[in-house]
Nanobody, 125 residues
Framework: QVQLVESGVGLVQAGGSLRLSCAAS????????MGWFRQAPGMERGFVAS????????YYADSVKGRFTISRDDAKNTAYLQMNSLKPEDTAVYYC??????????????????WGQGTQVTVSS
């Protein structure tokens, strides 16, 4: 069982940066892949980025490629999402998630087994 808690609630101006953290408790953080999703008002929750167990493989949604970076520190049981060049359309509740899947690309909600509670990111224009 893995419990996830996001932090990094933020209000930032367009063009700014923000880093989200996802702290995991329980056993086996190094045995799960990690992902970030987001949900804007009136929209379905959608994929943002994922990182494999060993951190070697990363995958991004086209909308954030080149602006966002996912990483993990297994010694700290924490995953991160560095967000640069933020745009108003990045405004959403951001969720981290953990998956036991061994698939190379894990970009669907149902690929993930554990979820955090979500954290609000607001980008003002």
């Amino acid at each position: 069982q893995v419990q996830l808690v996001e932090s990094g609630v933020g209000l930032v101006q367009a063009g700014g940066s923000l880093r989200l953290s996802c702290a995991a408790s329980g056993r086996g953080f190094s045995t799960v892949g990690m992902g970030w999703f987001r949900q804007a008002p009136g929209m379905e929750r959608g994929f943002v980025a994922s990182i494999a167990r060993n951190g070697a493989s990363k995958y991004y949604a086209d909308s954030v490629k080149g602006r966002f970076t996912i990483s993990r520190d297994d010694a700290k049981n924490t995953a991160y999402l560095q967000m640069n060049s933020l745009k108003p359309e990045d405004t959403a509740v951001y969720y981290c998630a953990a998956t036991r899947s061994w698939r190379t690309v894990v970009d669907r909600n149902h690929d993930y087994d554990y979820w955090g509670q979500g954290t609000q990111v607001t980008v003002s224009s």
